[in-house]
């Protein structure tokens, strides 16, 4: 059992920062009772954590592969607690904010070294079986927040979310410091300060405007210029990776459309697996009438779908082609997320959207864990954290436009249903129905039109969460066209294998040389003597002749 406690480590931390990304929405209320926060505050106390995650991962992910992975993982672990511990004793709602925001710098040490300490802690048939469990709770986490946070908040005071923290992550460090190890030295080159800080304000812009969007809409001028603030740091960002040596993130990966399907997998997958469900919260809650723990149980069909998929079948998915597994994840998230649309209609209640979560799970379950093993194999072991950091932030950006999208497709569906039905101020109304408000628009109207407006936002409530889960299944679909058409193997890929290689029909990845220039990278699909989905870290041996870097 000894084997496994670095797989524990590292679960440990991503669970605490998976979960703290929704654990926080049930004790809103609570929190404007103790804090007298304003809405704006609640919304970034929520959006604080995620705006940190978002802009750090990349930065944070290329720091680590100098200074070493368990150090930065200890070290987010560390300061992880200490702002737990703040946000718990915050008095006023400025506090919490910034230890919120503080928190998500330590989430994002935490989660941009996973993949590396899994690379460095197992190998062959045990590295398929870690990745399948990390998937398993990286898939179930986000359920289990909203589960958590109200079984905190009701039974004992909502501080209580955030000082649970502390003993996971006491526990997590001492972990570390005994059972992990990095696959490397600390390497001896000078940190990419102007590319972290062009990336960073680049990320960070582009998230914020998508909150700013999601609250004020497309119309608000500050919308616009965050984002063209973002493009052009962006460009710069571009303009400073070219010409440094060691840069931040290799721009030359993308060159390689398979790591652009890795990327795209990671945007596109949060974005239809997981961004709907902020807004089936809200009909349940504000609409429904449904408590905040009865409205996050609905989402264990997913969980533990995930779950189930990620740890039972972990170590064969990583024996398969990850072409076809991916592509086959993302087509059961679109399936079940036109399954919700397709049984929430009318007067539909709760349990309409049970059978299409459970869809859904079992395609996240399929994609996350390979999604970290097959990123992993386009850079040597050294630059672990950089290729970690590049799909997470994917999938924080992908959850980050999801929300905007579809609070914007939730809110228009709403007001044209409203609209149809003559109710006042439509466009007023919609916005308060995506924004979880209905109760408050129902108990602000004259008693004498009091039903018929509670029928009308009951209506457009459905029809909103009804387009916004058709939207984001057919983006699952369109994902899964996409990301096959991008990874399928390479002609050169199916070339015989040599002679003397024994008949193993396992996929593998081809591992490459850490220098930059004459990187060697491909997923190859021939049978090869090593039946094993990455490589050994730290070995440079390739058991048969590397195949030429795709460019098309």
């Known amino acids: 059992m000894r084997k496994w406690l670095p797989l524990l480590t590292v679960c440990l931390g991503t669970f605490m920062l998976l979960v703290d990304v929704t654990i926080v929405n049930v004790a809103l209320p609570d929190l404007v009772t103790d804090l007298e926060a304003s809405l704006t505050a609640l919304q970034w106390v929520i959006d604080a954590y995620a705006l940190a995650l978002a802009a750090l991962l990349l930065g944070v ?12 993982y200890v070290a987010g672990l560390l300061l992880f607690a200490v702002s737990s511990l703040l946000c718990g004793l915050a008095p006023n709602p400025e506090m919490l904010i910034a230890a919120r925001a503080v928190q998500g710098v330590g989430a994002a040490a935490m989660f941009a070294t996973t993949f590396a300490l899994l690379n460095s802690s197992y190998s062959g048939r045990d590295r398929g079986t870690a990745y399948g469990v990390w998937g398993a709770v990286s898939g179930a986490s986000s359920a289990v927040g909203p589960i958590l946070g109200g079984l905190l908040t009701e039974g004992v005071s909502w501080r209580w979310i955030f000082f649970v923290n502390l003993p996971v992550s006491i526990a997590g460090i001492a972990l570390c410091l005994l059972v992990l190890r990095d696959a490397h030295p600390p390497r001896r080159v000078r940190v990419d300060l102007g590319g972290i800080v062009t990336f960073t304000g680049a990320a960070g812009g582009v998230t914020y405007a998508l909150i700013r969007a999601n609250e004020d809409g497309w119309s608000d001028l500050g919308v616009w210029a965050l984002l063209a603030a973002s493009a052009v740091l962006l460009a710069a960002f571009a303009g400073v990776e070219t010409r440094i040596r060691e840069p931040l993130f290799d721009l030359t990966l993308l060159r390689d459309r398979r790591f652009v399907a890795v990327l795209l997998t990671g945007l596109l997958m949060t974005f239809a697996a997981f961004a709907a469900f902020t807004y089936t919260s809200i009909w349940m809650q504000s609409v429904l009438g449904m408590g905040p723990l009865a409205a996050g149980l609905t989402g264990l069909p997913l969980s533990a779908a995930a779950f189930a998929v990620s740890a039972g079948l972990g170590r064969l998915l990583h024996e398969r082609r990850p072409d076809r597994v991916i592509s086959a994840g993302l087509l059961l998230v679109g399936l079940g997320a036109l399954l919700v649309a397709a049984l929430v ?3 539909a209640r709760w349990g309409a959207v049970l059978p299409g979560f459970a869809v859904i799970g079992l395609g996240v379950g399929l994609v996350i864990p390979i999604l970290g093993s097959v990123s992993m194999s386009f850079v040597p072991p050294q630059r672990g954290g950089m290729a ?4 997470n932030t994917a999938r924080q950006l992908g959850y980050a436009i999801g929300i905007a999208v579809l609070g914007n497709v939730f809110a228009t569906r709403a007001h044209d249903i409203l609209a149809e039905r003559d109710v006042p101020q439509a466009a007023q109304v919609a916005h308060a129905v995506a924004g979880g408000g209905a109760r408050q628009v129902l108990q602000s109207s004259p008693p004498p039109a009091r039903e018929a407006l509670d029928a009308a936002v009951h209506a457009a409530a459905v029809s909103g969460v009804q387009l916004t889960f058709a939207v984001a299944g057919a983006v699952g679909v369109v994902a899964a066209v996409l990301v096959a058409y991008l990874m399928r193997p390479h ?3 199916a070339a015989p294998a040599p002679a003397a290689a024994v008949p193993a029909a396992a996929p593998a990845v081809v591992a490459q040389s850490p220098a930059r220039g004459d990187r ?18 730290g070995s440079q041996r390739q058991d048969h002749a590397p195949v030429p870097e795709s460019t098309d």
């Open 345 to 347: 209609h009318g007067s």
């Open 61 to 72: 992910g290329s720091i680590a592969d100098i200074v070493g992975h368990r150090r930065m």
């Open 520 to 537: 060697e990278e491909a997923i190859s699909t021939a049978p090869v003597p090593v039946p094993v989905p990455v490589p050994v870290p």
């Open 388 to 391: 970690a950091g590049a799909v």
């Open 491 to 493: 002609p050169a890929d």
